[in-house]
């Protein structure tokens, strides 16, 4: 089992719609859990983090953490087609600085 | 944007020689970090660093070395360089956090071709 999985996808949205992107993990003393966004040929960008259990809203996206499910999810409100991308999860172990990835989830929002 | 140079940007290296790719930061952080990225296997850590001298291995570390003797730069050496070490390359960084958490920081990327 991997430790973090993400739906390869293509999770693939209309434009103006809600995308949901969802990761688990398998590392119960996780701590610190983020969401990257990749496009075609560039690096990782950073999204969002969370550390607590619930929601956090940063504009257009919506972190929520559940730990005793050991889920993490990214919601894309109103999405653009500049938002087609890959998006990668990302967690922190207990005491450690090893930033372990998904495999990331592709999203295509249709014009 | 983060203060991280990746250098070369791309190289074509032969099977069998060694490599050297380079990580510069100007931010002062004290972790830094090495991923490959592959299709269908994502991030995947080879080293990581946690302070001048403190290295440690990550996921993938096999035919992989690396070296911090400044907090600004880690290097990454591929001791004889194989066909499966083509990849696109990254090296991130970060730094703790009163409270715990902190997000990395990614460079351009390296794009490593070994024919």
Known sequence: QKEVEQNSGPLSVPEGAIASLNCTYSDRGSQSFFWYRQYSGKSPELIMFIYSNGDKEDGRFTAQLNKASQYVSLLIRDSQPSDSATYLCAVTGSGTYKYIFGTGTRLKVLA | ?115
């Open chain 2, 1 to 115: 944007d983060a203060g991280i140079t990746q250098s070369p940007r791309h190289k074509v290296t032969e099977t069998g020689t060694p490599v050297t790719l380079r990580c510069h930061q100007t931010e002062n952080h004290r972790y830094m970090y090495w991923y490959r990225q592959d299709p269908g296997h994502g991030l995947r850590l080879i080293h990581y660093s946690y302070g001048v001298k403190d290295t440690d291995k990550g996921e993938v570390s096999d035919g992989y070395s690396v070296s911090r003797s400044k907090t600004e730069d880690f290097l990454l050496t591929l001791e004889s360089a194989t066909s499966s070490q083509t990849s696109v390359y990254f090296c991130a960084i970060s730094e703790s956090m009163a409270g715990g958490g902190t997000e990395a920081f990614f460079g351009q990327g390296t794009r490593l071709t070994v024919v």
